[in-house]
């Protein structure tokens, strides 16, 4: 597909998806009304209310009512006033960023991955997938202003930072997948009158080789990284000073896919099946890898990066829902915590993503299949 009629879907999709994230953001005032705890228990309006925050415009009560002065004075207002500022403007960049993430990567992936030739399932599901790496990117480049908004810049600012990314949170999930939906739909009206791109035929062998080096590169964060000891490592080991202190937890968001130990105060079975989902995530992987050279136009750099990006989120979400069918903690903490863990690890998977694509990329080279060809139109 060309540019040109790639690039109306995907400015529809990064319309929608900013649009639906403010709205989401607009609905945290909704959990403040009276009734609300006689639709939703106590537990689910503070998850709710857990997930809408990072998207929220309204600045906090305590940045109105706090500032750098002492409490109770003039100067408190006026310091809470410019907190306030920075948050405002900390939102404005969210929000901008978020369509200018999503609008590159819809591009992309429209372009390289068409809904035509029967691509429409795979289409559908890299935009859903793209969807919380978009999010996520987006607040991790407004994460400088939000966290000055709090008054705190110079303290920890690290820690600080990796809360702030892993706080985009189950909503961008949500919210992608009906910007997928739609995008898709304007993506198959513009690409009618295109001419068809049929899909390449790629060697069984070499698209093997190719998936399982990508899937090496996943599972050596996935099962070596995530192991506790190593992980308890990873975060402890690095030291640093001043501004860059404490760089264990920022460690752990863009390195770690996962958290496991062995089975030594859990019952065995137990055990089994929750690392089953470690299981399910990595045959997705491998999948996703194994068909990706044949469903794109042209095997270039870019569109193997972004599609084992792709790739590795969607494992990652298989596996996050294998983990909500077991988790029996619904009946403590209400209904809404059963999908409080979707979209965590989404800064692992957009590192080790990279990484397997070139891995997978390097294997189809050495494997004869490079392309060389002319770019269809």
Do not use: N
């Amino acid at each position: 597909m060309t540019y040109r009629r790639a690039v109306i879907p995907a400015l529809v999709g990064g319309l929608t998806i900013t649009l639906l994230l403010w709205w989401a953001g607009a609905s945290t005032q909704a959990l403040e009304l009276r009734g609300t705890t006689s639709v939703f228990d106590i537990q689910s309006v503070s998850e709710l209310r857990r997930w809408l925050a990072p998207w929220s415009y309204d600045p906090p009560v305590d940045l109105l009512s706090d500032g750098s002065a002492d409490a109770g004075t003039g100067g408190a207002l006026s310091g809470g006033g410019e907190y306030a500022g920075l948050y405002s403007t900390a939102m404005q960049i969210r929000f901008v960023a978020v369509f200018v993430f999503f609008l590159a990567g819809a591009l992309l992936l429209i372009r390289r991955i068409p809904p035509t030739q029967g691509r429409t399932p795979a289409t559908l599901l890299a935009l859903w997938a793209w969807g919380p790496v978009a999010g996520m990117l987006a607040v991790t480049v407004s994460a400088p202003w939000l966290i000055a908004s709090r008054g705190r810049g110079s303290y920890r600012v690290l820690p600080q930072l990796a809360g702030v990314i892993a706080s985009s949170g189950p909503v961008t999930v949500f919210t992608a997948l009906l910007t997928a939906v739609i995008t898709l739909l304007v993506a198959r009206i513009t690409a009618k009158g295109a001419e068809p791109v049929p899909r390449k035929s790629v060697s069984p062998r070499a698209a093997r080789l190719a998936a399982s080096a990508g899937t090496a590169v996943i599972a050596l964060s996935l099962v070596v990284l995530s192991y506790e000891s190593v992980a308890a490592r990873i975060q402890t080991s690095f030291g640093g000073g001043g501004l860059l202190s404490e760089p264990g937890d920022l460690l752990r968001q863009w390195l770690l896919l996962g958290g496991w130990s062995g089975p030594a105060t859990t019952p065995l079975g137990d055990w089994l099946l929750y690392r089953a989902a470690d299981v399910v995530m990595l045959a997705v992987v491998w999948w996703a890898l194994r068909l990706l050279p044949g469903l794109l136009t042209r095997t270039t750099v870019p569109a193997m990066a972004i599609g084992a990006v792709c790739a590795t989120v969607l494992g990652l979400l298989a596996s996050q829902v294998l983990h909500m069918a077991l988790d029996d903690t619904v009946s403590v903490w209400g209904p809404v915590y059963l999908f409080s863990k979707l979209g965590q690890g989404v800064p692992a998977a957009l590192t080790f993503g990279i990484i397997a694509g070139m891995a997978a990329l390097v294997t189809l080279w050495l494997a004869g299949e490079r392309d060389t060809g002319e770019d269809p139109r």
